[in-house]
């Protein structure tokens, strides 16, 4: 969770958890997409469309969240 004072208000922004297993990444904003790669330490080098972005979160899943990566191969997706 990450607060911000601005003036006199204060904003709570809450970072949002995922299911990777059922997750269809090409659903998502181009913003949430770079946060994924974000928290896993990535970035997209040379990404110019949303489909680079999504592509590179399926190519590094298996990576960061083998779990999920595993259960989307089995078909439960």
């Given amino acids: 969770?990450?607060?911000v004072a601005e003036s006199n208000i204060v904003l709570?922004?809450?970072e949002k958890t995922y299911d990777y297993s059922k997750l269809d990444f090409k659903k998502l904003k181009v913003t949430e997409l770079?946060?994924?790669l974000s928290?896993?330490?990535e970035q997209c080098r040379?990404?110019?469309e949303k489909s680079d972005y999504v592509r590179l979160?399926?190519?590094l899943l298996p990576k960061h969240v083998p779990d999920a990566a595993k259960?989307?191969?089995q078909?439960?997706?």
């Fill in 39 to 41: 928290e896993w330490g």
């Fill in 46 to 48: 040379g990404c110019t």
């Fill in 1 to 3: 969770m990450t607060c």
């Fill in 57 to 59: 979160v399926e190519e």
């Fill in 75 to 77: 078909g439960e997706l």
């Fill in 12 to 14: 709570v922004r809450t």
């Fill in 71 to 73: 259960a989307r191969s």
């Fill in 34 to 36: 770079k946060n994924i």
